[in-house]
């Protein structure tokens, strides 16, 4: 859907004044609305909001996707960091116990 209204909305589409006129109001009332919906503002918050209020299955869209993975690899890059922090307590813990 987002892809679909950027594509509307590219200059070279949104220039084409007698195509619009032909459109019916209904249909560029619903284009707008969903223009409000995908609109990039504070990392896409409309199109967040509706999914968080929608119930599954749902197709995100990449954006979103791409968040979850970058969220996931995150923590899990976290998690490796928190197993050397241990590892190198645990070497300090030995070399203290050593001496």
């Known amino acids: 859907m987002v892809s679909i209204i950027y594509g509307l909305e590219h200059p070279l589409i949104s220039r084409l004044k007698a ?35 929608q119930e599954p299955p749902l197709v995100p869209y990449f954006r979103m996707i791409s968040d979850i993975l970058m969220t996931q690899l995150s923590s899990e890059t976290e998690t490796e960091r928190e197993r050397e922090r241990e590892r190198e307590r645990e070497t300090n813990t030995l070399a203290c116990l050593a001496i």
């Not at 619009?20 to 199109?47: A, D, H």
């Open 19 to 53: 195509v619009w006129k032909e459109v019916p109001k209904r249909m560029l009332k619903k284009k707008e609305e969903m223009s409000l919906i995908s609109t990039p503002i504070n990392n896409f918050k409309n199109l967040r909001t509706i999914f968080d209020v």
